[in-house]
């Protein structure tokens, strides 16, 4: 039973009728009998008189630290921040107001921990970007300073203020003045809120069977916490099983693969399900619901299988762009690749080989072309199938393109290599080195301007001369001469594009980038993070990466699951419906509102001997949309940190002429 | 009150779709007027239709609601949302309010022109309709509160208490 900490108290001693013991008078029984009736009338009719539904809980006497920041110039470059200070400090309640140049940072941090036990604060604001961002930095500042969590505001004043209103210095001030004052008339009627406390399945479902898969599963594994590992193709490894050697090692792939793969299927702790998909997730951390169903169901395997888990790591990977039919004339002429299929014709070509050939065609010359796929610009190139430009950078095909290049010279020294980019992205230790390594081999450069992309032929010579097609290219490194490169063999530097996995972003509700690969919270402050707690993100489900990099992410996600499930316990937030038993009548107008089975419900509860009903919320199945508030004739339901009387003292502290002054309602009159 | 008028728009934005789209507007520096101001909330089906009166007895001139449309993570939460934004709607043009201080739209987490567009179109109507009738909005409000309460009495009560519990 949700109860509020006094609501069966006394407390409003003017309204008997409504409180403590009485109430079972008010509307125990409303339609039934003429008394009931008659004293329900009497709670309408009080009801219709302004003063009861002022809520009467609003604390007076408070003590309220407004923190405002400056974000480093984000924020104090539009927002006058000492004006901010200077006036809010004036609201009735707030005990100081400061500024700060970063509130975020450590020092901010401890300034507002240190002002609550120093000035005795009971209620904090800051001002500063938006709440998705730091409300939990906060929330945790407050706490180490021995303050309830929920007795914290967050207010957005620089995307929703200093950056939506550059050009309007005066207003956006104006602006971060109302909604602070809007935040305190909220802080007036907050109460202290306890997490929600529900057990934590210490089990963790990854997706994904491939290099990022695999590390995350092991790396938890070795931790101590049971995985379950679930991989639509009959192997384990994904991307990895096309490559032949990953630089800057030069190792094998396939040895990376079987290293890693032996440590997931010996490790008592991960069940691997190969072959399988996940078709179900619900719920929430902790306690999440999902189904897999087999894609080639036997009589060993069943058909699908349930499972709950408390985290999920998403290590689906990416998908490589496929050029579309004649674009660089790929498909049209045989002798134009993507960079795979040119990794895979290498592999398959005996090390003693002299010579490099392709369905009996002997290559002499070939053209690496960068970026193709990736780094797409509007009016040059076309959308795809989605209608969405690849206007980021794949990040490995320049050192792939490189180490490919170095080895046909290393393999093939007669074979000429020409390599047509816009730029050399070799960012990653060790990498550099392929670009030196192969300038010194021979390899020779064209550059292009991004809006002026290479274009390949087919020479009018025909097939039998010195090369079939040509490359023809307006080359930035002799000021623009416009070149022509005849060559036999194209290799299109394909990119990577996001992996199909529309079922699970709709069904568990990931957030997307403009790119189409699952966004983290945060670049630097919560990078293997999605909004939807207890989901995180391994390798390049999230953007390209090379294999250092996914690996990294991989062990970043497993380390932040496994912190998850260090705690016995996951805590929820309280926002949950809680019903004012001093107020309720039990009439049930919230339950024909409730769309979620038992959350909600109508109990008889016994008050000094006699049975009263009375409605009752199910905190674990609440989920807080308060659909049940707005239907309450007496106000006697509301979603715990979004109180209807919060709103309402917001949107004064907005309204009021004056920050801190009542709107008066309707008593005033303008005209 | 010789100042010229700029009206106060509150919008009432969806902590999952439209208040990180309000964030996408200012992170792509886009601008809109200062006197927007966003509140966030779960979902604005919590709030009665005397909650909207109160906004505009308090001297707030148009109220944008920005849900999650179709996208809304709660069951049936849009739809009787939208029911009750409808009935208000009438009273308010019924009231004399008329029906431009009020709309109800859909913005994502993505939708920086749906936002702008939205706002600029209620700063549009509302520099055109001058200053909401606050006196107006108040007893407007005193008849909803009347009718919400009225509401108890025509509810059938029956099933959820003769039959016991």
Known sequence: ?671 | MSEAFVPKILVLATEKCAYPGADAVGKAHQEYPSNVYILRVPSPVLFPEDFYLDCYGKGIDGVLIAACGSDCPYHGAYEQLAARIDQLTSHMNAGGLGIERIRLTAICTVCIKAFLKEIALMSDNLYRLGRVDRKLAGQLRRESLNRLQGSVRALDLAPALQGGL
Not at chain 1, 1 to 24: I, P, Q
Not at chain 1, 72 to 100: C, F, L, Q, Y
Not at chain 1, 243 to 254: G, I
Not at chain 1, 358 to 381: E, K, M, P, W, Y
């Open chain 1, 1 to 671: 039973m949700t109860l509020k900490r006094d609501a069966m108290s006394n407390k409003n001693e003017f309204d008997k009728a409504r409180t403590g013991k009485h109430e079972e008078l008010a509307c125990g029984e409303p339609a039934h009998s003429d008394e009931a009736l008659t004293q329900q009338q009497i709670t309408l009719a009080q009801l219709q008189s302004e003063s009861i539904l002022q809520p009467e809980n609003a604390k007076q006497e408070l003590r309220i630290g407004v923190y405002i920041c400056r974000c480093g110039g984000n924020i104090s470059d539009v927002v006058d921040v000492e004006r901010v200070a200077e006036t809010v400090r004036m609201i009735p309640g707030v005990a100081t107001a400061k500024v700060h140049t970063f509130v975020c940072s450590d020092p901010g941090q401890h300034m507002i921990s240190n002002d609550i036990l120093e000035e005795n604060l009971d209620r904090v604001v800051v001002a500063s970007c938006t709440p998705f961002l730091h409300e939990q930095t906060f929330r945790g500042a407050v706490s180490r300073g021995g303050m309830n969590p929920y007795l914290y505001e967050h207010v957005n004043i620089r995307e929703q203020a200093s950056w939506a209103h550059k050009h309007d210095p005066e207003g956006a001030t104006a602006k971060a003045i109302r909604m602070i004052a809007g935040a305190v008339g909220k802080l007036r009627y907050a109460q202290p809120l306890e997490q929600i406390k529900l057990p934590n399945h210490r089990r963790a479902l990854v997706i994904g069977g491939g290099i990022a898969g695999m590390k995350a599963a092991a790396d938890l594994a070795a931790r101590g916490i049971k995985v379950l590992l679930v991989e639509t193709a009959e192997q384990l490894g994904g991307r990895l099983n096309q490559w032949s050697h990953v630089y800057p090692s030069e190792r094998p792939a396939a040895e990376l693969v079987a290293e890693l793969s032996r440590r997931v299927h010996h490790d008592p702790n991960i069940e691997v399900l190969l072959g399988w998909k996940i078709t179900e997730v619900a719920g929430f951390i902790g306690n999440f619901k999902i189904a897999a169903e087999s894609l080639q169901p036997s009589m060993t395997r069943p058909p699908r299988i349930e499972a709950t888990v408390g985290a999920i790591i998403m290590a689906t990977g990416f998908r490589p762009y496929v050029p579309r039919d004649g674009e660089f004339l790929y498909r049209t002429e045989p002798c134009v690749v993507t960079l795979p299929e040119f990794i895979q014709l290498m592999q398959s070509t005996s090390q003693d080989a002299k010579k490099l050939t392709h369905r009996n065609q002997t290559i002499r010359n070939v053209a690496f072309l960068h970026c193709v796929g990736s780094r797409q610009l509007d009016g040059v190139h076309e959308p795809g199938a989605d209608g969405r430009l690849n206007t980021y950078c794949s990040r490995t095909c320049c050192t792939t393109i490189l180490q490919q290049a170095l080895a046909v010279r290393r393999r093939f020294p007669h074979v000429g290599v020409f390599d047509f980019n816009q730029d050399i992205r070799t960012y990653g230790r060790g990498e550099e080195d392929y670009y030196a390594e192969a300038s010194k081999s021979g390899v020779v450069f064209f550059r292009y301007n991004g809006e002026e992309p290479p274009t390949v032929h087919i020479t009018p010579s025909g097939h039998a001369q010195s090369g079939a097609l040509s490359v023809a290219v307006k080359d930035a490194l002799t000021w623009g001469q416009e070149l022509e490169v005849p060559v036999d063999m194209v290799v299109l530097g394909t990119g990577m594009m996001p992996g199909q996995i529309e079922d699970l972003i709709d069904q568990m509700k990931l957030a997307t980038g403009e790119d189409g690969f699952l966004q983290e919270v945060h670049p630097k402050l919560r990078p293997v993070e999605l909004a939807v707690n207890g989901v995180l993100l391994a390798g390049t489900v999230q953007g390209p990466m090379n294999i250092s990099e996914t690996l990294s992410a991989a062990g970043a996600a497993a380390v932040k699951a496994a912190a998850m499930f260090a705690r016995e316990d996951v805590e929820l937030n309280p926002y949950v419906a809680e019903v004012d038993l001093s107020r309720c009548c039990g009439e049930a107008q919230c339950v024909t509102q409730c769309a979620y089975e038992g959350a909600l419900s109508i109990v008889e509860i016994e008050v000094d001997g006699e049975m009263i009903t009375r409605a009752q919320v199910n905190a674990g199945l609440c989920v807080g949309c308060g659909a049940c508030v707005a239907v309450c004739p007496h106000r006697a339901i509301d979603v715990n940190g979004w109180r209807l009387d919060q709103f309402e003292a917001m949107v004064e502290g907005i309204a009021a002429d004056m920050p801190g002054q009542t709107c008066a309602s309707e008593l005033v009159s303008i005209h």
